[in-house]
């Protein structure tokens, strides 16, 4: 498979989700995107990842507000880094994320990356769409080499950081508009698809005895994620990016459904909220509308026990 660029605003289980793809496709480049931290916690964690991990692919900043308003973050659910842990352990060496220092622009990088393509490219977006928003307004013309655009993000039906919508919708509502009104088709994750596809205790506890050189740091890591959960009385969280990376690099294991996707920017209630209408006989996009969660599952834990 050709190589993939990936988006993210690298909290806990955007690190899955790039682990996961990391495993069975070439990254190319990884942009960084304001969301679930602000984009200097959210770059200090991407060198973190980087130094730990051994990742080795371009690293690059991306922006650090969305296009209209103030910036919002998941930091009341996901603590000050956006990587909660369990235990008192550091996940990084204290100087692990000196590197973030050296990351450059994304923009020149990304678009170069499309320019060079031969065949259409695949982008992996898993936070806010700021930056490919950015991308679409700069270079229009570099929009019809993305072949897919897979994201994790929307709600088809109740969202999670509002009741009306989904954290990284409503993060960057006019983002998701740009894209949308410049045509660029969306392959959507949704809440609904994501919250099918779910981990808990025994996962933990599996991945803290496996066998990998950092299974217990992502035991740690999983662990902290779970706890969400399990500190709001639910026994399960929902993967959620890695739901998006599975439906890249299996995409077997997904039926999309195209669909009319619309994004509502002005309701004050609603703001964030998409909208999507699967009988509209104008599509411009698909949503993920079964998924074989139990594969989805076993492919993410597989690939956190053996990084
Ligand atoms: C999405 O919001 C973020 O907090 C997660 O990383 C995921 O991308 C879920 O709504
Ligand atoms: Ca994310």
Redesign the pocket.
């Known amino acids: 498979m050709a190589g993939i660029w990936i988006d993210t605003?690298m909290?806990s289980?955007?690190a899955f989700a790039v682990i996961l793809a990391a495993r069975h496709v070439p990254i190319d480049g990884m942009s960084l995107v304001a969301?679930?931290a602000p984009l200097a916690q959210v770059t200090r964690n991407a060198a973190g990842f980087a130094g730990l991990l051994g990742w080795d692919f371009p690293i690059l900043a991306g922006v650090a507000r969305p296009i209209l308003g103030p910036l919002e973050t998941?930091q009341r659910?996901?603590g000050d880094s956006a990587l909660p842990l369990r235990g008192e352990a550091p996940l990084f060496e204290a100087d692990a994320c000196a590197g973030a220092a050296s990351f450059g622009p994304f923009l020149p990088s990304l678009s170069a990356w499309l320019e060079a393509a031969d065949e259409p490219r695949s982008i992996l977006a898993?936070?806010p769409l700021t930056n490919l928003a950015i991308l679409a307004l700069a270079r229009p013309d570099l929009l019809d080499r993305i072949g897919r655009l897979v994201w994790?993000?929307g709600a088809v039906g109740r969202g999670?950081?509002t009741p009306s919508a989904?954290?990284?919708a409503f993060a960057d509502p006019e983002a998701v508009q740009i894209l949308l009104d410049r045509g660029v088709a969306l392959h959507i994750l949704d809440?609904d698809a994501?919250r099918r596809v779910l981990i808990d205790e025994a996962d933990v506890t599996a991945l803290a005895a496996a066998e990998g050189r950092n299974s217990v740091a992502m035991a740690q890591l999983l662990g902290g994620y779970l706890d969400i959960a399990l500190t709001r009385g639910r026994p399960a969280m929902a993967l959620?990016?890695p739901v998006a990376a599975a439906a890249l690099i299996a995409p077997e294991l997904f039926t999309f459904t195209p669909a009319r996707i619309q994004v509502e920017c002005s309701g004050a209630l609603t703001r964030g909220r998409t909208v999507t209408d699967f009988t509209s006989p104008r599509p411009n996009g698909w949503v993920a509308t079964d998924l074989d969660a139990p594969a989805i599952r076993e492919r993410c834990l597989s690939a956190l026990a053996q990084v």
Request: hydrophobic letters at 30%; aromatic letters at 10%; one cysteine or more.
């Open positions: 605003d909290g289980d955007d969301g679930n998941a659910i996901l898993l936070g994790m993000g999670n950081h989904e954290f990284n809440l994501c959620y990016d």
